[in-house]
């Protein structure tokens, strides 16, 4: 029996593109859930019909009722709002809290022993808000975040040095986006490190453009937001917790006091395998370093202080 994977918000392009991916790489049967009446079947539908070019037996519905959920062993949650012109940024803190909020209320009720994944935005402040909501140990949810920042860093070294992008190995902590704190110290070409390879303005370039790596695709779309590397950063982790793989990936998971960070949901390497977070990876962190953390935990308190978290 295959493993069960519900994708919260599956009628969006993040979501949908995750339900993709799972089915072309056969990993799960797959639940798209939105609240729009037939955008999600439909989706759900064609994505089935791919199954035999693609040679993959995975199931996949579209739905509105969580009944159709329950009992899934990882629950991706990419449902809430873009911000909108004349939007505050409270405004939109507060819109997607209720959404994620109510999703984890339905989440929790149908699959209670699931894994979650959230990717809603602001992403380290809802995945504070799901973890405390659910009640569920911290290994259980896990916000994405690092994998794409990783992900991003990664290809513009690939670019910039045109070597394989199998070659490169990139490392990123803290928030994500702006608030992302990215080491070029551990962060290596067939295990060179980037410093040894690029000059220190290079560096600093390629660092530049991953923090704002999301406002670029944003810029050029014109409408909406990346969904192609975001989709393929869940389904790494997805792929990485049904098959055990112990995989060291940089996410975003409730500190109880691991890089001097208590009481907030910060992106540190963990290892990831069957039961969630099986380990959060400390290394030994520059005073530069640290207080760039630092400063994007703050950030993160400060949005879940204004949640009343």
């Known amino acids: 029996m295959r493993p069960k994977v519900t994708v919260v918000g599956g009628a969006g392009n993040v979501g949908a593109t995750v339900g993709q991916y799972l089915v072309t790489k056969e990993l799960a049967d ?5 609240i729009l009446d037939s955008v999600q079947h439909g989706k759900g539908l064609d994505l089935l019909e791919a199954g035999p070019i693609l040679g993959s037996d995975s199931r996949i519905v579209g739905t509105k009722d969580y009944k159709d959920t329950a009992g899934s062993d990882i629950v991706v949650i990419t449902a809430g709002i873009a911000r909108k012109p004349g939007m ?11 959404i994620v909020g109510g999703v984890v209320d339905q989440v929790i009720a149908h699959s209670p022993k699931c894994i979650l994944i959230v990717v809603s935005n602001p992403l380290d402040a809802m995945t504070q808000l799901a973890f405390k909501r659910s009640g569920f140990p ?22 910039e040095l045109r070597v394989s992008v199998e070659n490169i190995h990139a490392f990123v902590l803290g928030g994500h986006g702006d608030t992302m704190v990215p080491l070029p110290r551990f962060s290596t070409v067939a295990g060179i490190p980037i410093t040894e390879l690029l000059t220190p303005d290079r560096v ?15 810029a050029l779309l014109g409408t909406g937001s990346a969904y192609y590397a975001p989709a393929a950063s869940v389904m ?45 990876i400390e290394i030994r962190l520059t005073p530069s370093e640290a207080s760039a953390l630092n400063r994007s935990a703050a950030s993160v308190k400060e949005l879940v202080e204004i949640l009343g978290l």
Do not use: H, W
């Open 236 to 280: 790494e982790m997805v792929e990485a917790i049904l098959k055990d793989k112990k995989k060291i990936l940089p996410c975003c998971v409730y500190l109880e006091g691991e890089y001097g960070i208590r009481g907030a949901c910060v992106g540190v390497p963990v290892k990831l395998g069957a039961s969630g977070v099986e380990q959060i």
């Open 204 to 218: 600093e370039a390629l660092v530049k453009r991953t923090a704002g790596g999301g406002g670029e695709i944003v």
């Open 30 to 34: 797959v639940v798209l859930i939105d």
């Open 138 to 159: 911290r290994e259980r949810v896990i916000g994405m975040a690092g994998v794409l920042d990783s992900a991003r860093f990664r290809a513009f070294i690939a670019q």
């Open 88 to 98: 505050s940024r409270d405004d939109l803190l507060n819109t997607n809290a209720k």
